[in-house]
């Protein structure tokens, strides 16, 4: 997007709709400001192997059970007797341990807080890219063909819908987690981390499709579509070069709100045991083996729990912003239509202008 | 409106048909869930597994398993491989709990998201619509385990204002009952009430700049007058529409809500069964899970057409 306005400077006084919608996300100070958060959430993350290894010296699975800490002049055992972690010792012990340690295992949390967000951020990312891709290829296929390709894709995204989206995503998680999966050449093993990516990827995509169709169904409708077919314009020509450029907008405002959406529901996976695997770690994981200890060591749920609050909240306030820039009108809709679903051609149809 | 009727059931059949064949599928193409040995346990006989393959049909081939199990679960006469309980029996037992929770939630962030939304929009730009729009994102970006882990350290664990969890029947004593229920339901419902005021107050904002809004101004109408009975009912509409379409998918999030507040619901029961792979359960929830959704699918169609006139039903069960 930044290079869109720099592309067109040739053309002074002509600004395009990409420069404008940069306009006015560049006036919107909180959408930067939550932007900006998001940004050092990332750096926050990306610097975990230097934190690791120059300032704690361990690894996110490293366990230090029955080790002690010299602080000042006493020692401190990393996990008393009793089972309880050590809590935050902030620089007193040159950085290690800066959060304490993560219960009876005694890893390192502020190590494993690092650790953990690259594998939430690499997921919520990930998983949005699939279900906004399955989406606006699903979605400009049933809306540009109709008939009985949109019949076909229609009934499939009426079963998906028919479960209850968390119930299916357990239900995927634990058959797969357990047997692995295995598709054609593609064979994954129960703890890698693609396997919730695509779980979440997957679940998520008629929440797409639908608003994607409407959209493309009124789109085929214009003069501009018309023309490239009277030009002689194949349909995929016709799809992706002149339908999918006039749904970018739209798109984009989606892909933010899908970053959004898996990463909670990659959070609840993980929490409940049937998303991210050991060895890896997820802030939905932190969260899971903090609960157990609730009681004694609350922070070990909190920490985790915050930093996916922080994130969702960054990438949804700056989707928001992204939003108003992209189209002023839209605003809340997109988010209507994608989960009212059945209903939802009729609710853009009656309030959109 | 016969023939709508007629024709939405056969689309919740079919759909409720694949949701069963799919589900059945993928517990049986599992690799290493072979029902007969873990029922068999770790001191397994080839002669055991052999009785019991015997007892519970697992020898004969899929389609004749799938009849069987279809029946049972309509007959009520489905028994679970795990403990060997009478599954029907454990759902009915769950539905108090999980009832009780998710029409509790409902009502909740119903009353708070309308409220906060038209609060909003009618102060839209002011103090108040600020402070509610930043409350309503942190709602919908909250995880809810975070939520209840919040709630348990400062409202259980260190203040003892409520009780952690646990279930009390409402005729036993209403009072326990609500107070067993207070932040399971608040937990539930943060996420919707936030999202739903969002949702109310742009649908109001568009509201407002229509004619018949200008209309009603112009005849002498009240402000508040106008606000409610125009812009508010008329922007009502999707609200309904995603209410219909949450309530009856809410079994997902009673899962995590149960669970961790060990209400004995249904949600509970589901996660359970899933961790010991155990397939019947799995399957009766599943599909009661989605009938729910597939009836409220429908519902929501019809309330539809009969809040927006200008909905014909035939159009909208395209």
């Known amino acids: 997007m930044a290079s869109q306005p720099n592309a067109e400077e040739a053309a002074p006084g002509a600004a395009g709709p990409w420069r404008l919608a940069w306009r006015r996300l560049r006036r919107n100070r909180i959408a930067l400001a939550f932007l900006g958060l998001f940004v050092l959430i990332v750096a926050f993350c990306l610097a975990a192997p230097l934190w690791a290894n120059q300032v704690a010296d361990t690894g996110p699975n490293d366990t230090h059970t029955l080790e002690k800490l010299g602080v000042g002049g006493e020692t401190r055992e990393v996990v008393s007797p009793s089972g309880k972690p050590i809590g935050p010792q902030w620089f007193e012990a040159d950085g290690k341990f800066f959060l304490g340690a993560d219960g009876r295992l005694g890893r390192d949390e502020m190590v494993r807080l690092m650790y953990g967000g690259r594998t939430s951020l690499l997921i919520g990312f990930s998983a949005a890219a699939i279900m906004t891709l399955l989406g606006t290829i699903l979605g400009l296929l049933a809306g540009y063909y109709r008939g009985w390709t949109d019949t076909l894709i229609a009934r499939t995204m009426d079963v998906i819908w028919a479960f209850p989206v968390t119930l299916l995503a357990i239900a995927l998680g634990l058959a797969l987690a357990i047997g692995g999966l295995r598709i054609g050449p593609i064979h994954l093993s129960g703890e890698s981390i693609w396997i919730p990516i695509l779980i979440i990827g997957f679940v998520f995509v008629p929440y797409m499709v639908r608003p994607i169709r409407g959209e493309v169904l009124s789109l085929r409708e214009k003069e501009f579509v018309e023309a490239a077919i009277a030009q002689g314009a194949s349909p995929l020509r016709v799809m992706f070069a002149e339908i999918l450029p006039n749904m970018l907008s739209t798109i984009i405002v989606f892909f933010t709100l899908n970053v959004a959406n898996a990463m909670l529901l990659e959070s609840l996976l993980s929490f409940l045991g049937v998303g991210v695997q050991p060895p890896n770690t997820s802030w939905g994981t932190m969260i899971g083996s903090g609960f157990d200890l609730l009681t004694s060591a609350p922070l070990l749920t909190l920490l985790p729990g915050t930093m996916i609050f922080l994130t969702v909240l960054a990438v949804n306030v700056f989707g928001d912003g992204l939003r108003d820039a992209l189209d002023p009108r839209a605003k809340v809709r997109v988010q209507v239509e994608a989960r009212a679903g059945m209903a939802a051609d009729e609710v853009s149809g009656g309030v959109a202008p | ?318």
């Not at chain 2, 599928?25 to 040995?37: G, R, Y």
């Not at chain 2, 509610?132 to 400062?154: D, H, K, R």
């Not at chain 2, 959704?293 to 009969?306: G, K, R």
């Open chain 2, 1 to 318: 409106m016969a023939r709508f009727i007629v024709r939405r059931l056969v689309g919740m059949i079919a759909v409720l048909f694949a949701v069963s064949v799919i589900v059945f599928l993928v517990f049986n193409v599992i690799p290493s869930s072979d029902p007969a040995q873990r029922m068999a346990g770790k001191a397994a006989t080839p002669t055991l597994i052999e009785s019991i393959n015997e007892e519970w049909g697992f020898d004969d081939s899929l389609p004749q398993q799938y009849v069987k199990m279809m029946e049972n679960i309509f007959t009520g006469d489905l028994i679970s491989y795990e403990g060997r309980e009478n599954v029907n029996e454990r759902i009915v037992e769950g539905i108090p709990a999980t009832f009780s929770l998710c029409l509790g939630a409902a009502v909740i962030w119903m009353f708070f998201g309308i409220l906060f939304g038209y609060l909003s929009a009618v102060r839209a730009g002011g103090r108040l619509d600020n402070s509610l729009t930043v409350l309503a994102v942190a709602g919908i970006s909250m995880p809810l385990p975070l939520l209840a882990a919040f709630f348990l350290n400062y409202l259980t664990y260190k203040t003892e204002i409520l009780p952690s969890g646990g279930f009390v029947e409402f005729t036993e004593n209403p009072l326990e009952w609500a107070e067993h229920l207070i932040l399971p339901w608040v937990t539930l419902a943060i996420l919707y009430i936030g999202f739903y005021s969002r949702v109310l107050r742009t649908n109001m904002l568009d509201a407002m700049h229509e004619d018949y809004v200008r209309t009603a101004r112009a005849k002498g109408l009240g402000e508040r007058k106008v606000m409610t009975r125009h812009v508010l009912r008329n922007s009502l509409v999707p609200i309904v529409t995603l209410f219909g379409l949450d309530v009856g998918a809410l079994l997902g999030g009673a899962i995590v809500i149960e669970g961790i507040f060990s209400l004995g619901g249904i949600g509970e029961y589901a996660f359970l069964s899933l961790k010991n792979q155990d397939l019947p359960p799995i399957m009766a929830i599943v599909l009661f899970g989605a009938f729910f959704i597939v009836l409220f699918n429908a519902l929501v169609d019809i309330a539809y057409a009969y809040l927006d006139p200008r909905v014909k039903l035939g159009e909208s069960a395209q």
